[in-house]
């Protein structure tokens, strides 16, 4: 994504479209639990979605911002993006794990945007999660309930397993159960957990758009280092096989299966 070296600040209405693109939708109610005010201190988690970044730095103007990317090549990506903005005097780019706490107790807010299930351990996310926060400081994530999209994810899975150029899909596919995962957050001492399930329906103009989509985070779990030629293959192979099990290559609507999370310290 390119960025301009001198972007003006997005007006509501704006932030409001750009968060109906697919991947942001999410995005737009875990900010509305939030409820950011200026001057919070606020951590993000992971930072694998640049467009999320971007929308971040535009809604929260005002306050220091923490980006946290356990993946070196994402938070180098990251870096690129807060350097482009000019906002390297507010914004930290952290290349650290999930359950690291950069901070202990000095967090206002804690926005946690999972595309994918890239959390290898729950529990200790969870504990992060409180420490990370001050007394009432408060927290808003959403995770997968079903992976990622299962007509996609199958379509990405069958394209490694017929390549040895590849990732095998056993080193890739991080099983995430949500219900572990909520259980793991309210077991952490929590006030005024809430917990909502929604399904986002996205449109495609076709099928090759919607395995576009697939790789457009560029931080599918055990896919972050695929040279761009690789990429490319495998992003061809996956839009052949969904055309094939959608027996279509026009407009197609997907579902998308969220849960989404809120709290307190």
């Known amino acids: 994504m390119e960025t301009p070296s001198n ?3 997005l007006d509501p209405a704006e932030l409001y479209l750009r968060t109906r693109e697919p991947f942001l939708r999410p995005a737009w109610d875990l900010l509305e639990d939030l409820a950011l005010r200026p001057g919070e201190r606020v951590l993000l988690v992971p930072a694998r979605e640049e467009r999320l970044l971007d929308l971040l730095l535009s809604f929260h103007r005002e306050g220091p911002l923490k980006v946290q990317e356990f993946h070196p090549h994402l938070a180098r990506r990251a870096r690129t ?4 903005r000019r906002e390297e005097e507010r914004v930290e780019v952290l290349e650290a794990p999930l359950h690291l706490v950069p901070a202990p107790g000095s967090q206002d807010a804690l926005l946690a945007h999972f595309l994918l299930p890239t959390i290898p351990d729950p529990s200790a996310f969870a504990k992060a999660l409180g420490r990370n926060l001050r007394p009432g400081g408060r927290f808003a ?10 007509p996609l994810e199958e379509a990405l899975m069958d394209t490694l397993a017929s390549r040895r150029d590849l ?4 080193e890739v596919r991080t099983p995430l159960d949500p219900i572990e995962f909520f259980l793991a957050v309210t077991e952490s001492g ?6 909502t399930e929604k399904v986002y329906l996205e449109k495609f103009a076709t099928a090759m758009e919607a395995a ?5 985070s ?13 990429r490319e293959e495998a992003a061809r192979e996956v839009r052949l096989r969904l055309a094939k099990a959608l027996k279509r290559d026009q407009e197609i609507e997907l579902p998308f299966r969220r849960l989404l999370i809120s709290g307190k310290r």
């Open 7 to 9: 972007p003006s600040p």
């Open 81 to 84: 993006l807060v350097k482009n």
């Open 141 to 150: 994530l959403q995770v997968p309930v079903e992976g990622f999209c299962p």
């Open 167 to 170: 990732p095998d899909p056993e």
């Open 190 to 195: 929590f006030r005024q957990v809430e917990e």
């Open 212 to 216: 576009d989509f697939l790789f457009a």
């Open 218 to 230: 560029g931080g599918w779990g055990g896919l972050e280092d695929l040279e761009p030629e690789q």
